[in-house]
């Protein structure tokens, strides 16, 4: 596998079609719209590259004062934004516009994006925004990543096994490609339901692939997979951004791994933030889940078993008030919901799609 291997993206807008240099050369305010796991951050991290410019999450760009004047921001995950109000992203553009950017680029979830955000950032900015959509990638390009994730493998083969799940219109989407692909080796090469496609991602990405690792302090599997759904479970109802080895740190940001779950041997904590279901964050001594979606996921699966527990039990009221203050999902939270309907019993479908359809709709697995 090539490690930084990248496809360049084409964008469109409600007017033509452009390649990335050409948005990032002609437009002074940019807002990237997409599906989850269409390549936004990618995409925002080759922008970073060509303008020699770190990409900053709205949560970081939001909790932090360390921001240079004059200079180019590009600002990932608008929709991950903790809403602790409805003036939290009027907070992060005016924030923005303090600071006079030479140029602005932002991204955002499509389904969390209202036309009223980009009324806002005409508003406080004084010039109009360009808004991008990606163009989904083809078949040809969707071969090209799968043989350079799976060199070995037969992308033709692959999709014939896809296809038998309806799924085939998803691997326009990097993310999914790459998580049905770890999902198919997985599984040996056979699915055998929807569900297990994604239960097998996770024990694909979490298993141990480096021969050399020391495996005397490495957690069986399964609890490993558990530590993980209940640490991801507790990053997204909090709105944390990951988690944090660091003993002396105190960061709402990053809280420390060992105050979400407790461990028997403090070198167990590595085994967990080793798997490919984390990846750096910051700096060394942070770690955030690698996708978005495999974080819903299991956060989905740590909550739905919670509720479904004999004991030790918590209720879908309790999770509610957290994911749902006074009956309105959480922006940032769509996509929890969408998949603990989707892993839910039919009592617990029922109430969620009750409060918030278009959420299962747009997010996790509608069918």
């Known amino acids: 596998m090539t490690p930084n291997f990248y496809l360049p ?3 469109y807008d409600h007017e033509k079609e452009y390649t990335e240099l050409e948005v990032i050369e002609a437009f002074q305010i940019i807002i990237i719209l997409a599906e989850p796991g269409a390549g936004k951050s990618s995409l925002l991290e080759n922008f970073s590259s060509h303008l020699s410019i770190k990409k900053k999450t709205a949560n970081i760009f939001n909790s932090r004062n360390n921001h240079d004047k004059h200079s180019i921001l590009i600002i990932d995950a608008l929709d991950e934004l903790v809403r602790i109000d409805q003036l939290a992203v009027n907070n992060l553009l005016g924030k923005a516009a303090d600071l006079e950017p030479t140029k602005l680029i932002i991204s955002s979830r499509s389904s969390e994006w209202e036309e009223s955000y980009t009324s806002l950032v005409r508003d406080i900015f004084e010039i109009e925004p360009r808004v991008f959509r990606l163009f989904p990638f083809n078949e040809s390009e969707q071969q090209l990543i799968f043989e350079n994730y799976k ?3 037969n992308f033709q083969i692959f999709v014939s096994e896809v296809k038998k799940y309806n799924l085939e219109q998803l691997l326009s989407n990097p993310q999914f490609l790459k998580i049905f692909a770890d999902a198919y080796i997985e599984s040996n090469r056979v699915f055998s339901d929807r569900k297990s496609i994604f239960n097998q991602a996770v024990k694909a990405l979490a298993r141990e692939t480096n021969s050399t690792f020391n495996v005397r302090n490495e957690l069986p599997l399964v609890k490993k997979i558990e530590s993980t759904e209940e640490i991801f479970a507790k990053l997204l109802l909090s709105g944390s951004e990951g988690v944090s080895t660091n003993v002396n740190g105190s960061d709402t940001l990053y809280p420390r791994i060992d105050s979400l ?9 590595s085994s967990v933030l080793s ?4 990846q750096l964050a910051e700096n060394e001594s942070i770690h955030q889940p690698s996708h978005k979606i495999i974080a819903e996921f299991t956060a989905a699966n740590y909550l739905v078993k919670k509720i479904n527990a004999d004991r030790n039990n918590i209720s879908l009221h309790q999770c509610l008030s957290i994911i749902a203050p006074n009956g309105i999902v959480r922006d940032e939270l769509r996509g929890l919901v ?8 039919k009592s617990i479908q029922e109430t969620l799609i009750n409060i918030d359809p278009y959420a299962v709709l747009a997010n996790g697995d509608p069918s």
């Open 275 to 278: 798997s490919r279901l984390f």
């Open 151 to 153: 060199a070995e493998e």
């Open 338 to 345: 969408a998949w603990m309907a989707a892993l839910g019993d």
């Open 261 to 269: 779950i407790r461990l028997d041997n403090t070198d167990l904590y």
């Open 9 to 11: 993206r084409k964008l």
